[in-house]
């Protein structure tokens, strides 16, 4: 005899499945970067289709550079996907950025999906030529 | 008429293999027209009741230099992110992953989307394109009389 009379099941391991859930929405995309540097600055150059100013956050903490985004895409409630190539929305990216970069200065623009990021040589790092005296 | 029956299940048969096996690696069926590696732009596909919804995920290309065209219920995405002009002298370069050049992609759109009732726009490197369904392949409900 069964004593299952709920018209619903309770579903034992639904407290469990909803963690790997979670952990699967963090599944980041490394985004794809140019990097260059000249006597100036590193400048780097990444690519976050679908990403505002809102949903992107640049920190910079103990040497190291973070670039965080969530890219939003305005679809309707109903859609139902069929081919995906991008399937997480969130990008990640982190760079060690040596002491010699002044980070106080970094300076950002995103336009069209593209994020340019401006990383000064502080100037005592910056190359000069050193001139020798004859003695 | 055997003979017959044997074919198509035959067919069943490979499709649901091929179905399987791409299952097995990303979970949504590939297509001969979209390789899934390292191309550009990443495109998503997906369908509301009334559209076909396509997002082409494409940063920092000119919208101008974007050509859309619609051929035989083929789908075809076509244009080019500039080169990057010559660095400098006494520049170096790190690191270079971002594409560059021309590229195109094609979509194979189902039967039932109508290459008159297209739109597309391009919004913080993403392009949307809605291709509309035929009136007659919409989902109605039927009252039972």
């Given at each position: 005899m069964s004593d299952n009379t709920g018209i619903t099941q309770h579903d034992p391991n639904a407290m469990t499945r909803s963690e790997p859930d979670e952990a699967r929405r963090r599944v980041t995309l490394t985004p794809a970067v140019d990097i260059v540097e000249d006597a100036h600055a590193v400048t780097v150059w990444a690519d976050l289709p679908g990403v505002q100013k809102d949903k992107l956050d640049i920190r910079v903490h103990d040497g190291s550079l973070t670039i965080d985004a969530e890219s939003v895409v305005p679809v309707t409630p109903d859609l139902r996907l069929s081919?995906?190539?991008?399937?997480?929305?969130y990008f990640l990216r982190r760079f060690t950025v040596s002491e010699?970069?002044?980070?106080?200065?970094i300076e950002a623009a995103l336009k069209d999906g593209v994020l340019k990021l401006t990383i000064p040589r502080r100037d005592e790092a910056k190359p000069r030529r050193i001139e020798v005296r004859l003695g | 008429m055997s003979d017959l029956y044997f074919r198509t299940d035959l067919f069943g048969e490979l499709d649901r293999l091929q179905r399987q096996m791409s299952d097995l690696f990303e979970g949504f069926p590939s297509s001969l027209r979209s390789?899934?590696?390292?191309?550009?732009?990443h495109i998503n596909v997906g369908t509301t009741d009334s559209t076909i919804e396509i997002v082409a995920f494409a940063p920092g290309v000119d919208p101008a230099k974007l050509d859309i065209s619609i051929d035989k219920g083929l789908l075809s995405i076509a244009g080019e992110r500039s080169t990057r002009q010559p660095l400098p002298e006494g520049t170096r370069q790190y690191a270079q992953e971002r594409f560059t050049g021309s590229f195109r992609r094609v979509i194979e759109l189902p039967q039932q989307s109508d290459p008159d009732k297209v739109q597309a726009r391009y919004a913080d490197g993403c392009l949307l394109i809605t291709v509309g369904k035929r009136e007659a392949s919409k989902p109605r409900s039927i009252t039972v009389e």
């Amino acid at each position: 005899m069964s004593d299952n009379t709920g018209i619903t099941q309770h579903d034992p391991n639904a407290m469990t499945r909803s963690e790997p859930d979670e952990a699967r929405r963090r599944v980041t995309l490394t985004p794809a970067v140019d990097i260059v540097e000249d006597a100036h600055a590193v400048t780097v150059w990444a690519d976050l289709p679908g990403v505002q100013k809102d949903k992107l956050d640049i920190r910079v903490h103990d040497g190291s550079l973070t670039i965080d985004a969530e890219s939003v895409v305005p679809v309707t409630p109903d859609l139902r996907l069929s081919h995906a190539e991008i399937r997480a929305p969130y990008f990640l990216r982190r760079f060690t950025v040596s002491e010699d970069f002044d980070t106080s200065r970094i300076e950002a623009a995103l336009k069209d999906g593209v994020l340019k990021l401006t990383i000064p040589r502080r100037d005592e790092a910056k190359p000069r030529r050193i001139e020798v005296r004859l003695g | 008429m055997s003979d017959l029956y044997f074919r198509t299940d035959l067919f069943g048969e490979l499709d649901r293999l091929q179905r399987q096996m791409s299952d097995l690696f990303e979970g949504f069926p590939s297509s001969l027209r979209s390789s899934r590696m390292g191309t550009f732009p990443h495109i998503n596909v997906g369908t509301t009741d009334s559209t076909i919804e396509i997002v082409a995920f494409a940063p920092g290309v000119d919208p101008a230099k974007l050509d859309i065209s619609i051929d035989k219920g083929l789908l075809s995405i076509a244009g080019e992110r500039s080169t990057r002009q010559p660095l400098p002298e006494g520049t170096r370069q790190y690191a270079q992953e971002r594409f560059t050049g021309s590229f195109r992609r094609v979509i194979e759109l189902p039967q039932q989307s109508d290459p008159d009732k297209v739109q597309a726009r391009y919004a913080d490197g993403c392009l949307l394109i809605t291709v509309g369904k035929r009136e007659a392949s919409k989902p109605r409900s039927i009252t039972v009389e």
